[in-house]
């Protein structure tokens, strides 16, 4: 068989997207990730990126990060069990577990990577997950790859049909923080579940570490559960630093069994020393709670401003703030005409969330001004009226 008739066949499913508004646009920075960007050779106020604690350009973790290049050098060269671990590995691990306050903590090169490999490492066809419908595409994928059986629930009154399906093993896994809409999954009550049903909960908390809970140890912290929370996955990719990364931390059996079988951590490169490096100083950076009050703050006088200027947010307290559309074409319009305007926000839509709720997401920075959040509400009014006149 020869490619062009594949070709065809791929050039008309990209016009579908096209035709649909579906086409995601990669945009060009030539900046550091930070509250201010240059975009397309142009200066924009940033509101979509998850560098929720402004660390990704802090010069405490660049200055951490070129010593551990000179040190350390640029990259392992094999994976974490071969010749790939540096005293430093370990020290993040242990530093990871003594914030999350777990009994050990083992490191990815991605949180993708650490959720592609608990579930296949743990359990097997004798055993039963129950996933939340909105978990990230990470859980999912890693569920697939593992034998068990697959629940999905969305409300608790379903899990707890759910767990009641005999298993040797049952597992519920949820994101602390749903990406998409901010919200955060009611630990309390699944806890109380799991523990009815004798069952272990694990938290993504990719979207919380650094920025919930009083030291910034994410939903369990925040929610008082730390200690009823079998197993926690997250990333050194959104508020601690924002490079890359990601671990699961629980039981110190779990993280042993893990380093022994997963497959993304036995067969993928450790991860380099300026990352580790870097995202260490992010953690001593993120001890600080200044950084998570100013977060907060802003958070809520920009959801203020907005809910006033008669927009339709999603509810909630989170740095996550969706902006309700419905139409993603509507979603895409306005987001275009901010950013033409130098506010840089990007609009969802299906398959990154459910088909009619095209959303613009919002995310908020302890680094943003006071002025700053001012302009982006401006932008979201004149954009809006714009594209109401358009249609008229
Ligand atoms: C961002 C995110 C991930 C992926 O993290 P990476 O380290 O970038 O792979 C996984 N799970 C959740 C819930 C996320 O928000």
Redesign the pocket.
């Known amino acids: 068989m020869t490619y062009a008739s594949v070709q065809t066949e791929l050039r008309t499913a990209l016009d579908e997207l096209r035709a649909a508004d579906l086409y995601k646009i990669e945009h060009r920075l030539t900046s550091p990730q930070s509250a201010r960007l240059v975009v397309d050779g142009r200066e924009v106020l940033n509101f979509c990126s998850?560098n929720y604690l402004g660390l990704a350009d802090h010069p405490a973790v660049i200055d951490a990060a070129k010593h551990a290049l000179e040190t350390r050098g640029f990259g392992m060269a094999s994976v974490r069990f071969i010749c790939g671990t540096q005293t430093e590995h370990a020290d993040l691990e242990s530093r990871l577990s003594t914030l999350l306050g777990t009994d050990a903590t083992i490191l990815y090169s991605?949180?993708?990577?650490a959720?592609g490999g608990v579930f296949a490492t743990l359990l097997d066809e004798r055993d039963a997950v129950l996933s939340h419908t909105l978990?990230?595409a990470?859980?999912i994928d890693g569920i697939r790859l593992s034998k068990a059986r697959r629940h999905r629930y969305r409300t608790l009154t379903e899990l707890e049909t759910q767990l009641s399906t005999p298993a040797r093993r049952r597992l519920i896994v949820t994101?602390g923080v749903f990406?998409m809409d901010g919200s955060i999954a009611p630990l309390r009550d699944i806890c109380d579940l799991a523990d009815r049903y004798d069952a272990m909960v694990m938290v993504?908390d990719?979207?919380a570490v650094g920025i919930l809970g009083p030291t910034g140890a994410g939903t369990p912290e925040l929610l008082g559960v730390q200690d009823r929370v079998d197993i926690v996955?997250g990333?050194?990719?959104?508020a601690l630093g924002g490079a890359?990364?990601?671990y699961v931390s629980g039981h110190a059996e779990i993280v042993e069994l893990l380093r022994q079988h997963s497959r993304p951590y036995l067969f993928s490169n450790a991860l380099p020393p300026a990352i580790v490096a870097g995202a260490l100083a992010a953690l001593d950076l993120a001890a600080d709670p200044s950084r998570r009050v100013a977060l907060h703050r802003n958070t809520a006088t920009f959801r203020t401003r907005m809910e006033r200027s008669g927009f339709h947010l999603l509810p909630g307290e989170r740095p996550i703030v969706p902006i309700m559309f419905g139409d993603a074409g509507d979603a895409a319009r306005v987001a275009e005409l901010m950013r033409r305007s130098g506010v840089y926000v990007t609009a969802f839509s299906y398959p990154v969330v459910p088909m009619g709720e095209a959303r613009i997401r919002v995310q908020i920075s302890s680094e943003h001004s006071r002025d700053d959040l001012d302009r982006c509400v401006a932008a979201f009014v004149a954009a809006r009226d714009a594209e109401l006149v358009r249609r008229t």
């Open positions: 998850n991605s949180c993708f990577d959720n978990n990230h990470s859980i994101d990406s993504d990719s979207h996955t990333t050194l990719g959104k890359s990364g990601g």
